[in-house]
């Protein structure tokens, strides 16, 4: 069952608060790269195909907010 809107917005101000700590945690790419992508498939996995696109783009927002592509982009 997918989550409402209002539950994957938690989510996502949840993972947005915890940037800076996952980045302290995982400074080496490596090493974040995976971390995030499991924080955010837990979000994205969740959503709705009519809030899927809109998942992704709030994620990306928060990736660009840190300065910091998605990790699946090569740098």
């Known amino acids: 069952m997918s989550l409402s809107r209002a539950e994957l917005e938690k989510l996502l101000a949840d993972l947005d608060a915890a940037m800076p700590a996952l980045m302290v945690e995982f400074p080496d790419p490596e090493r974040f790269n995976p971390a995030f992508a499991a924080l955010a498939d837990a979000i994205t996995d969740n959503a709705s195909i009519e809030d ?6 709030r994620i990306d927002e928060i990736l660009d907010r840190y300065g910091l592509g998605r990790p699946d982009e090569d740098a």
Do not use: P, V
């Open 52 to 57: 899927d696109d809109w998942a992704f783009e």
